[in-house]
């Protein structure tokens, strides 16, 4: 295999976590880190394993930034030229197939994203880039302004400006990797697979633990677990029969098992779970039902019932205005972490049970 410079793309907030993974899993070097990215230097073979990224792309060639006050068809021109016109075709048809990906570079699609305002369209620079790269490799290009998908087979290349460099990058596996196969069903407010996983890295699962998400949605949490291999057992609850459903169908043939329950009572005794995993409907995309609906207070307190002692949960929340409410059940906030999901920011927050006292029994 030849070396390749890679760039895995994530959530932000999540450049830490996506980078301890790349390093843990022994994938290669980092070099970068910067806004939505981990930037470094493959020492295997990924095999697209990545659970904590969006996507991983093999870089093709870098550039100057255009800036934010240049305008007309010939500044992007003049960066559709730098940036397709550097990129070795050829050796990156190769390396994407080395990296487990299709070896033939066909029909072009791109998608493109750039840091701050700008005097064009996040389009205008796509069509720029995608028709020099077609015709260079003397393929169709597919524009994305009529958010019509792509003919099966189109190469995704992706363009980012970050305010001093522009960067081309080609996409290894056939589509984004955080979508998923499993996901078969979603409901509202289900939660992005890679951020879910990063959930999972942090609530540090282990061999033999019981998980528990007691408002498991579509299941992607529960699901996520099972796919980094924890040998734990995993349960999820939700008050909604159409989420269970869809649950059930998303973990199918996987070790979870699902159930119909209020998140505020859960059919669970005392203790049980070395782990909670948790998206709360706290009113964005779904709003709190049940007991949850009379009284946030009840979730940080059945939270805490079911935790085992010394346990942890790893919780999203839109803000941390409730804090006060966990800290009043006994519980401690250990890691807080910044991220922004569809431009709204949120906040993962890992939280410890209490561990009985030395001497007491």
Same mark, same amino acid.
């Given at each position: 295999?030849?070396?390749?410079?890679?760039?895995?793309?994530?959530?932000?907030?999540?450049?830490?976590?996506?980078?301890?993974?790349?390093?843990?899993?022994?994938?290669?070097?980092?070099?970068?880190?910067?806004?939505?990215?981990?930037?470094?230097?493959?020492?295997?073979?990924? $095999?697209?394993?990545?659970?904590?990224?969006?996507?991983?792309?093999?870089?093709?060639?870098?550039?100057?930034?255009?800036?934010?006050?240049?305008?007309?068809?010939?500044?992007?021109?003049?960066?559709?030229?730098?940036?397709?016109?550097?990129?070795?075709? $050829? $050796?990156?048809?190769?390396?994407?197939?080395?990296?487990?990906?299709?070896?033939?570079?066909?029909?072009?699609?791109?998608?493109?994203?750039?840091?701050?305002?700008?005097?064009?369209?996040?389009?205008?620079?796509?069509?720029?880039?995608?028709?020099?790269?077609?015709?260079?490799?003397?393929?169709?290009?597919?524009?994305?302004?009529?958010?019509?998908?792509?003919?099966?087979?189109?190469?995704?290349?992706?363009?980012?400006?970050?305010?001093?460099?522009?960067?081309?990058?080609?996409?290894?596996?056939?589509?984004?990797?955080?979508?998923?196969?499993?996901?078969?069903?979603?409901?509202?407010?289900?939660?992005?697979?890679?951020?879910?996983?990063?959930?999972?890295?942090?609530?540090?699962?282990?061999?033999?633990?019981?998980?528990?998400?007691?408002?498991?949605?579509?299941?992607?949490?529960?699901?996520?677990?099972?796919?980094?291999?924890?040998?734990?057992?995993?349960?999820?609850?939700?008050?909604?029969?159409?989420a269970v459903a869809?649950?059930?169908?998303?973990?199918?043939?996987?070790?979870?098992?699902?159930a119909r329950a209020?998140?505020?009572?859960?059919?669970?005794?005392?203790?049980?779970?070395?782990?909670?995993?948790?998206?709360?409907?706290?009113?964005?995309?779904?709003?709190?039902?049940?007991?949850?609906?009379?009284?946030?207070?009840?979730?940080?307190?059945?939270?805490?019932?079911?935790?085992?002692?010394?346990?942890?949960?790893?919780?999203?929340?839109?803000?941390?205005?409730?804090?006060?409410?966990?800290?009043?059940?006994?519980?401690?906030?250990?890691?807080?972490?910044?991220?922004?999901?569809?431009?709204?920011?949120?906040?993962?927050?890992?939280?410890?049970?209490?561990?009985?006292?030395?001497?007491?029994?």
């Open positions: 295999m030849t070396a390749a410079s890679l760039v895995a793309r994530c959530v932000h907030g999540l450049e830490p976590t996506l980078a301890a993974e790349i390093l843990r899993r022994g994938l290669g070097v980092i070099t970068h880190i910067g806004h939505r990215e981990v930037r470094f230097s493959a020492s295997r073979l990924p $095999a697209l394993g990545l659970r904590t990224a969006d996507d991983v792309f093999l870089l093709a060639a870098q550039g100057p930034d255009v800036g934010t006050t240049r305008q007309g068809a010939a500044a992007l021109a003049g960066l559709a030229g730098t940036l397709a016109g550097a990129a070795d075709l $050829a $050796a990156l048809a190769r390396l994407r197939g080395e990296h487990g990906g299709p070896r033939g570079l066909t029909g072009v699609e791109v998608s493109a994203s750039f840091l701050g305002r700008r005097a064009f369209t996040r389009y205008d620079v796509e069509d720029a880039v995608g028709r020099v790269l077609a015709g260079r490799l003397g393929v169709g290009y597919h524009s994305r302004r009529g958010a019509v998908a792509p003919p099966p087979g189109h190469s995704g290349w992706r363009v980012t400006l970050d305010g001093e460099r522009a960067t081309l990058l080609l996409r290894i596996a056939e589509r984004p990797l955080h979508r998923r196969d499993y996901k078969r069903q979603s409901v509202p407010g289900t939660l992005h697979p890679p951020l879910a996983a990063a959930m999972v890295a942090m609530a540090g699962v282990e061999p033999g633990d019981t998980v528990l998400d007691p408002c498991c949605g579509a299941g992607t949490l529960l699901i996520e677990a099972a796919r980094q291999g924890s040998a734990a057992r995993l349960y999820g609850f939700d008050l909604a029969g159409r869809a649950a059930r169908e998303n973990a199918a043939g996987l070790p979870v098992a699902v209020d998140a505020g009572r859960l059919p669970v005794r005392d203790g049980v779970a070395h782990r909670v995993l948790a998206n709360p409907p706290w009113g964005g995309q779904v709003a709190p039902g049940g007991l949850l609906a009379a009284s946030p207070a009840r979730w940080w307190a059945e939270v805490r019932r079911v935790l085992a002692p010394g346990g942890a949960a790893v919780v999203l929340l839109p803000g941390v205005g409730d804090l006060p409410l966990a800290l009043r059940q006994g519980l401690t906030p250990v890691h807080l972490q910044r991220v922004r999901i569809a431009g709204a920011e949120s906040f993962l927050i890992r939280l410890t049970a209490p561990r009985p006292a030395r001497g007491s029994r």
